[in-house]
């Protein structure tokens, strides 16, 4: 069976970062309203809406106090469902993100559940003994630390694998289980277009054995979840999945087994990483191993599951800076990494301000840092003896405010974003880099990302067609085919700052569908690449 969440191309929003239309510095749902116009221009079919849920806001919103609520800096709930129309008129779906493997500390259950050990809400939340007057056990949070804070007032320690302003819910508890059900019903009973996950592979979590990733019912609970809400009903499903290989990705959407429509992998993700440390300590990228990572999950899931192609989200460093070239061939890389994820088989996603190539955001002092994760680690490490100059650095690199700057829409003061002071700094690059300027040029990045989400719409092949990796090719080149029926369409990438030969594949070249040359593609059958060359070519039979 064929889905629409198979066929569309889905736009990440920050809401804090997008827009503000009142003056405070902070996006807001108004202003996710005022920009529907340019979504639809771009083209994309659904929206993830990072969460925009009633927070303290220690993780920007990652921290829920009440899930049924608005956040008062973003607007009402009218509002919300104002949003949810608006965008169905323009063809838009609204996909929410369910943070469930934590609440916020200031979360109604908790403020119960911390009161007394038999208070009835006391297990929704995971509380231990101290072991020798010390912490249950060694695991860790996320954003550093102990993942074990005590409580006072019942004398106990609970469990948190982000902050502690983020303890964790007790999946094991059917009261949890069931909470959530009803929460999520709610929000499918507004018309919204489906969810996305956050850390979905952690619910199953057993902290008393160390257990925290894909835990032995995981797939149980999200079995049951599915029956409980979404089931049948059409909705796109994407969990964030950290740890997942293909075959562990084939259990969550493997449509037989009725459970998400797909995950997010980030297998690529850590390809700057060193295996076994964080990732904050980072290694050259070699575009070999990206060809042999996209190339198996393209190959890999088959029928049993269904790929999401992304590079880019609110937790990520922007990837034109990241793997691209932001200097000397910004616009060029930059659409040869859309034009290299696009013709992928999945669905794609695009992060705000990708589509316009925006760029990371350097910073020279930990106070220009709002990011939790970012600003706990510098205190770890500066007290563990590194210097301010290196962890600035990796901050600068993979920090998460990189992805987070707010959204330039034109060169107007703060780039269109507030007419306050922004909650966080506009990247200085505003003026050149932004939407009005891109929408001005026929040329531009945003023209790109518009005409391969397009094509999409138009050409069966980007959606369900094979995939087929090139491998006669220099390192730095990535080229692949999609097959589908008696159509070829090669996809040729020279992702490098140098240039290199290529020969084409057995076939007549036919028509270019896609290109960030500036003049036709050269068609002998072995060619120069310049850096950063991308293209896509029909492909004869191979006689
Ligand atoms: O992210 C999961 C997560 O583990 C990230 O913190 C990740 O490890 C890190 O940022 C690496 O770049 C999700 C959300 O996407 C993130 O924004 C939240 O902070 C986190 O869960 C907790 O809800
Ligand atoms: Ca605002």
């Not at 849920?53 to 829920?64: E, F, K």
């Amino acid at each position: 069976m064929r889905h629409w969440w198979q066929e569309v191309v889905v736009y990440q929003i920050y809401p804090r970062s997008f827009q503000d239309t009142n003056g405070d510095g902070i996006g807001d749902l108004a202003g996710i309203i005022s920009r529907l116009d340019y979504l639809q221009k771009l083209g994309i079919g659904a929206i993830w809406l990072s969460p925009v849920y009633q927070s303290p806001n220690d993780d920007n919103g990652y921290d829920i106090s009440d899930y049924q609520a608005i956040m008062q800096e973003f607007g009402t709930m009218a509002e919300m469902e104002q949003l949810i129309q608006a965008a169905k008129e323009r063809e838009i779906r609204i996909v929410l993100d369910l943070v469930v493997n934590h609440t916020s500390d200031e979360h109604n259950w908790f403020i119960e559940a911390r009161k007394a050990k038999d208070n009835p809400y006391r297990d929704f939340y995971i509380w231990r003994d101290p072991v020798n007057s010390n912490y249950p056990n060694d695991l860790k949070s996320i954003f550093s630390g102990p993942a074990w804070q005590y409580d006072e007032i019942s004398q106990q320690y609970y469990f948190h694998l982000f902050s502690q302003k983020q303890p964790d819910l007790n999946w094991a508890n059917p009261a949890v289980r069931q909470a959530v059900y009803d929460m999520m019903n709610f929000w499918i009973d507004k018309g919204i277009g489906g969810f996305r996950m956050d850390v979905i592979d952690l619910i199953g979590k057993v902290p008393d054995e160390k257990i925290t990733s894909n835990g032995p019912n995981l797939h149980d609970y999200l079995q049951e979840m599915n029956q409980a809400t979404f089931g049948g009903k059409d909705l796109l499903t994407v969990g964030e999945t950290w740890g997942a290989t293909p075959e562990i990705a084939k259990l969550y959407s493997d449509p037989a087994r009725e459970e998400l429509s797909m995950v997010f992998q980030f297998e690529h993700i850590g390809l700057d990483e060193v295996a076994g440390q964080s990732k904050w300590v980072s290694r050259p990228f070699q575009i070999k191993e990206l060809k042999d990572v996209f190339t198996k999950w393209q190959t890999e899931l088959g029928d049993q599951g269904w790929n999401s192609l992304f590079w880019n989200n609110h937790d990520l460093p922007r990837i034109v800076s990241r793997w691209g070239n932001d200097t000397d061939y910004h616009e060029k890389s930059a659409k040869l990494l859309a034009i290299l994820l696009h013709c992928m088989k999945g669905t794609p996603y695009i992060y705000q301000g990708e589509e316009i190539g925006m760029t990371n955001h350097i910073v020279t002092d930990i106070t220009e840092v709002e990011d939790i994760e970012s600003r706990n680690m510098y205190a770890e490490q500066l007290a563990a003896g590194k210097s301010k100059e290196t962890l600035l650095a990796a901050i600068n690199q993979k920090g998460r405010d990189n992805g987070r700057t707010p959204m330039q829409w034109d060169a107007s003061p703060n780039a269109g974003f507030t007419a306050g002071t922004p909650w966080l700094a506009v990247a200085p690059n505003y003026s050149k880099i932004n939407v009005m300027q891109a929408l001005r040029d026929p040329h531009s990045v945003f023209y790109t990302y518009q005409k391969l989400i397009h094509l999409r719409k138009e050409q069966p092949i980007m959606v369900w067609g094979d995939y087929k990796l090139l491998t006669e090719t220099a390192d730095d080149v990535f080229s692949y085919l999609r097959i589908y029926e008696d159509k070829r369409w090669l996809i040729v990438t020279n992702f490098s700052n140098a240039p290199h030969s290529f020969t084409y594949p057995k076939g007549a070249l036919g028509k270019v569908i896609i290109s960030n040359l500036a003049t036709d593609i050269p068609r002998e059958p072995t060619i120069s690449l310049e850096p950063w060359d991308a293209f896509v070519v029909e492909l004869g039979e191979e006689t």
